[in-house]
């Protein structure tokens, strides 16, 4: 399997993940339909970035931590466009982020060298 | 009449039993150990200065045979080029006629000393697998070594791996290019039938029996088995225990059918792969790959943790 593929895959199941926890906050529970979707695309495009990321570079602490930026910086966007939940919003994307960025760099099809 | 003491004795009797190494290249230093064929001398190789082991015939009243058989040894090595098994510098025949050859001295210890260390289960998990590497080398070229044993294995002081002693190998195909061998091999002078050759705990039941005939590469397979055992004692799982098991099948059909099948399923035992000797149920594939992905497990449980800690905190 690919290194884009893996971020693919775990970004979309963590965000889709994230997005559900949704449904413990009462306030926003008639908007979940949209907070999973947006938090599932959310977690893809972090994934594709930090999957490709990974196939260029191959650093595990590097690579933690442009995931861990990627996350974040998603993460702020979104609570930015919300208006509010920073805490709620931005520390689990930077986790998803963390955890996308190590499962990259650990697993998947390393990018073929030249003289290979 | 003056008696002479236990100690001179003894003393004169090393004196006379000791090898003379005063027509060669190589200065005595002292015994290193002794077998059922000849002695190993650590020795200077006065040209090179430098050590080197030098395995001498025991008895200078040597018949043919033991002289075939210890220059078949030398070649046999010699014929084995690997970093696993210790090269073999050079051969030849001392004043009283003994043969004798000199070959790497290796500084560390025997396997079964490393064995007492307290070494994780991994490293001795690689340490038998760079065994059954060179094993599986020699068997590639036709040698059958058929005395693998902790005392035959040396682990150098760089970590280095070495099977030692080949003075019962048995040549199963001429590989090694050599007249000798050859010779050797059409004047058929291989150990009988009947002639029980290895060590007790170590040697598969067709040796036991006696059955040079029956012996091949899976009679070695057996060895590492038992040698595999040694090395793990309590500390084999329930995995490692069962390639211990398939190596050691009564039935040669039943074992490994060489042994760098036996090094893929311990290298696979190390990657935690699932392994040929072991079919696990479903639990234990999730434990093998919980086990596999620790971190990353780890990571998702926080985050998971970290999740359920805000659900709880944020509630109004």
């Known amino acids: 399997m690919s290194k884009p593929l893996i971020g693919v895959i775990l970004g979309a199941v963590l965000g889709a993940i994230d997005g559900l926890t949704a449904w413990f906050t009462p306030a926003v529970r008639d908007q979940l339909a949209g ?3 947006g938090s599932t695309i959310k977690g893809v495009i972090a994934g594709i970035a930090i999957g490709f990321f990974a196939k260029k570079f191959h650093s595990l602490p590097i690579g933690i931590l442009f995931g861990v930026i990627i996350g974040a910086f998603l993460a702020f966007l979104v609570a930015l466009l919300q208006g509010g939940y920073y805490l709620e919003i931005i520390l689990p994307g930077t986790i998803v982020g963390l955890i996308v960025g190590f499962a990259t760099q650990k697993y998947g099809t390393p990018a073929a060298t030249a003289n290979s | 009449m003056k008696w002479l003491s236990d100690d001179r004795l003894n003393h004169l009797r090393t004196i006379v039993s000791e090898p003379d190494f005063s027509a060669t290249k190589y200065k005595n230093v002292k015994e290193l150990g002794r077998g059922g064929m000849g002695a190993v001398y650590l020795a200077e190789d006065r040209e090179l200065s430098r050590l080197v082991a030098v395995k001498v015939l025991n008895t200078p009243d040597i018949t043919d045979d033991l002289r075939r058989r210890m220059i078949r040894e030398a ?41 007492t260390q307290s070494v994780s289960v991994n490293d001795r998990l690689r340490k038998f697998q760079a065994v059954c590497d060179a094993v599986a080398f020699a068997h590639a070229h036709g040698v059958i070594h058929r005395d693998l044993k902790p005392q035959n294995i ?6 280095e ?5 080949w003075g019962v190998a048995k040549v199963l195909k001429p590989q090694i290019d050599t007249d000798f061998v050859h010779g050797f ?4 002078h291989d150990t009988s039938h009947g002639t029980v050759i290895g060590t007790r705990d170590y ?4 040796q036991a029996r006696g059955e040079t005939d029956q012996i091949d590469e899976r009679a070695d397979v057996y060895s590492l088995g038992a040698v595999l055992r040694f090395l793990l004692t ?10 211990c098991s398939k190596a050691m099948a009564h039935a040669p059909e039943s074992r490994y059918a060489s042994a760098a099948e036996l090094s893929a399923d311990i290298g696979r035992l190390l990657d935690a792969e699932p392994v040929l000797a072991y079919r696990e149920n479903a639990f234990e594939k999730v434990g093998r790959w919980v086990g596999k992905n620790r971190f990353l497990v780890l990571l998702v449980l926080a985050y998971l943790l970290m999740r ?4 709880f905190t944020s509630r109004p």
């Open chain 2, 161 to 165: 791996v070495l099977v030692l002693d």
């Open chain 2, 154 to 159: 040396m682990i150098g002081s760089f970590g």
């Open chain 2, 234 to 243: 309590d500390k084999a799982t329930r995995t490692a225990k069962a390639i």
């Open chain 2, 308 to 311: 359920i800690f805000l659900i």
């Open chain 2, 203 to 206: 040697m598969s039941p067709e």
């Open chain 2, 185 to 188: 091999i059409n004047e058929n």
């Open chain 1, 35 to 37: 907070i999973v979707f």
């Open chain 2, 75 to 115: 070649q046999i090595i010699a014929g084995l080029e690997h970093p696993g098994i210790v090269p073999v510098h050079d051969v030849g025949t001392l004043p009283d006629g003994r043969i004798f050859y000199a070959m790497k001295y290796v500084r560390g210890s025997r396997l079964d000393e490393y064995a």
